[in-house]
């Protein structure tokens, strides 16, 4: 099976930096994009970013735009998130997610996760 493996998760404080990657290993699959949701508690989980794998176009949320920057390694299958003046209202679950090509999902929707890591943003 697919797995989608995440790290760099932490605690940081408010206006620090933070870097998370994320592996695809397992079945081989053909990616369409990867990218980033986060859920934080009481909330829904949100997409925050994600890189389509073939041009290297980036989309971001609003609400991290600027800060927050996306990267891949098409090599290494693997996906970054450069996070930069982090904020309390960044403190969630940050899980990877990809899409598949073959399967023709929406980016809302992704057709593989990673298990998630916790990024804590301290006032």
């Known amino acids: 099976q697919v797995q989608l493996v995440e790290s760099g998760g932490g605690l940081v404080q408010a206006g620090g930096s933070l870097r998370l990657s994320c592996a695809a290993s397992?079945?081989?699959?053909?990616?369409?994009?990867m990218g980033w949701f986060r859920q934080a508690p009481g909330k829904e989980r949100e997409f925050v970013t994600d890189?389509?794998?073939?041009?290297?176009?980036?989309y971001y949320a609003d609400s991290v735009k600027g800060r927050f920057t996306i990267s891949r390694d098409s090599a290494k299958k693997s996906v970054y998130l450069q996070m930069n003046s982090l904020k309390p209202e960044d403190t969630a679950v940050y899980y990877c997610?990809?899409?598949?090509?073959?399967?023709?999902?929406?980016?809302?929707?992704?057709?593989?996760w990673g298990q998630g890591t916790q990024v804590t943003v301290s006032s």
């Open positions: 397992g079945r081989t699959f053909t990616i369409y994009n």
């Open positions: 997610a990809a899409v598949d090509r073959l399967r023709g999902s929406s980016r809302y929707t992704p057709d593989y």
């Open positions: 890189i389509n794998w073939s041009s290297g176009n980036t």
